[in-house]
Structure formats: C-alpha cells, structure tokens
C-alpha cells in the first residue's frame, strides 16, 4: 500500500449557507419542517430569502463542515465538490482553501448557480434547513481524479450528494478507486429523506462491503433498518459495517466495532445557540481520533468536544481551538 497524503477526502455538497433568526410562527406561516432539512428549487429559494430576516453567510456543506473541523485538529484533508462560476462559487472556494483544505474542483460555468442553504435557528436552538443544491448536484466522474482518491486514508461520501444521478454515479467510481487502491470508505446518512429514497443502495453497498465506516443518527439508522427499535437498528446495521458510529443528541453517541461497544454521554455546553454542523463536527473528532490511532472511546469523546462547541455558538463550523478542547478533555480522563 502506498503512503497516504491525506488523512480524509471527502466528497460532499459545495453549499454557502445563510443563517437567519426565526421564530416558530415564522416556520409555520413558510410551512417550513422545523428541525429537517428540504430540498427547494431557485424561485422558492429566492421567495424564503427576501422573506428571513438578516443573514449571516457562512459556507457550509455537511463533508466540508467535517474537514473544516479536522483541519482545525492538524489534519491533512482534501474536498472535491462543484461550485459555478459566480460570487457565492468564489466565497465557497476561497473559505474552504483558508481553512487548510485542499481544493482543486474548477467552477462550472453558466446556470444553475452555486449551491445555497437557507437556514432558520429557533429559540430552541434547533435549525430548519432548506437547500438549493444549484451547481453542487452536476458534479462529474471525469472530475474524481484516481491519484487524488488513491492518495487518501479514508474516502468520506456525504449521503446528501447520492441524490442526485450525476453525483452518484462520480461516488460510486470513487468507492471503485478507493477499494482497488485498499483505502477505508466512509459513509454519512446525511437525513432520513435520503434513507427514503436510497436505504436500499445503502445496504446494498454496506453488504458487498464498499463501506467500512457508517455514521449515523438515531432517527437515520432506524430509518435505514426499517425500524422503531433503535438497539435492533444498531445491531443490524452493525453487522454489516466494521465500524458504525451514532449520535443520540443529548443523549450521546455510540460505536460499534465488531465485538466491541463503546457509549459516552453528550459533553455539557454552557449556552446551546445553533444545532447546525453538529454531527459534521462530530465525524471530524472520530476521523481524528482514528487517524491518531486512538481508542474507541477517545475517538467519540473527541467526537462529543468537537459537537459540543460547534453548537454553542451560530454556522457549522468551529470558532474555538477544538484541538486545544480535545487535549484538554483527554488530558482531564487520563487524569481521572
């Protein structure tokens, strides 16, 4: 096996998100699914952004989120996702590229523009997302490039992105060049709408085992195995992955690796201000912690610190320095 140059490579949705305040009466009078995420064309996105009010932009995609996290954790990371040729095209490549990540996917010209997530926060913290997915959902095999995917520990698909045909179709060659090359793939759910139109290609992949690392939530896995039973979800998608990964919210996250099943509880936050970006966040910590070859435990406690501060502050990608968070917290156990 030849040596890696990056520790994840991701291929995800290529979106800039703008963050407004919302009250639930304002989700309800757009008939918005409060705490979901719903795909909308151009005209509706246009009619829901002169309706917010003031806006924050920040850009955002769920793999791109992650690697801005692991990049934040001293990771070598790499993105290839489409953006068009306009303002927003030029303000996702130029965020993602400051932040350490590699970038080299050129702008698509003409229409449809570049991607765009309207996203409403509640008092409660929680955020209703509703997605243009513009330029994002053209990507084409030509563009996965076999030296690039060859060259990475870990191949990270944002399920997202298996909605569209086209995009599809590049991961799936993606997949194809990270097995011949013996590199690990890794596979978010992304949310239950995508598990209600491809569940099957999911598992079907999972049981010719083309996925090595499933991340999921507790609504996401027990869509995915047709279940209300979260443990028996567990159990059965478990069985057909070497390493699942779960996220409860509050009430932690869990891992599951062959024999062994390992929990940890929800790290406190002081003041909860935006959801958005925490399940990113958390996959950041975990690829972390695999790629420092530490314990399970440690690799979900990483996962849990990274959430924790992403969610306490507005956008989906972190302000702090998580790596002095995490050492700090490590630090804290080892003591104990």
């Known amino acids: 096996m030849t040596q890696t140059r990056y520790d994840v490579l991701a291929i995800g949705n290529a979106i800039v998100d703008v963050i407004s305040d919302a009250d639930d009466a304002f989700i309800a009078a757009q008939s918005l699914n409060k705490g979901g995420m719903t795909l909308i064309d151009a005209d509706r996105a246009r009619t829901l952004y002169d309706a917010m009010g003031p806006g924050r932009e920040i850009s955002g995609g769920s793999a791109a989120n992650t690697l801005a996290g692991l990049a934040r954790l001293g990771h070598k990371t790499a993105f290839i996702g489409q953006v068009a040729q306009d303002q927003l095209g030029d303000v996702f490549a130029h965020d993602i590229r400051a932040t350490g990540i590699d970038f080299d996917v050129p702008a698509r010209p003409g229409q449809p523009p570049t991607a765009l997530c309207l996203i409403l926060v509640t008092p409660d913290a929680q955020r209703t997302m509703n997605t243009f997915l513009g330029a994002s959902q053209y990507l084409p095999a030509q563009l996965i490039d076999p030296e690039l995917i060859q060259s990475a520990a870990i191949l990270y698909l944002e399920g997202y992105l298996w909605d569209p045909e086209e995009p599809r179709a590049a ?31 999911f598992v079907a992949e999972m049981d010719a085992g083309r996925i090595d690392i499933l991340f999921a939530n507790e609504v996401e896995i027990t869509a995915l195995a047709g279940t209300d039973d979260f443990e028996a979800a567990v159990a059965m998608m478990a069985a057909k992955v070497p390493l699942l990964v779960c996220t409860r919210g509050e009430h932690g996250a869990i891992a599951v690796q062959g024999a062994e099943r390992v929990e940890v509880p929800a790290e406190p936050v002081s003041r909860l201000v935006d959801t958005t970006g925490a399940g990113d966040l958390f996959a950041a910590g975990v690829f972390a912690g695999l790629a420092q070859r530490r314990s399970l435990k440690d690799c979900l406690t990483m996962g849990a610190v990274c959430a924790a501060e992403v969610i306490s502050h507005y956008g989906a990608r972190p302000e702090a320095d998580i790596a002095k968070l995490v050492r700090e917290r490590l630090g804290a156990d080892a003591a104990n």
């Open 171 to 201: 991961m799936r060659t993606a997949i194809d060049l990270a097995r011949a090359a013996g590199r690990k793939v890794a596979l978010t759910l992304s949310d239950a709408f995508v598990i209600s139109r491809h569940g099957p290609d």
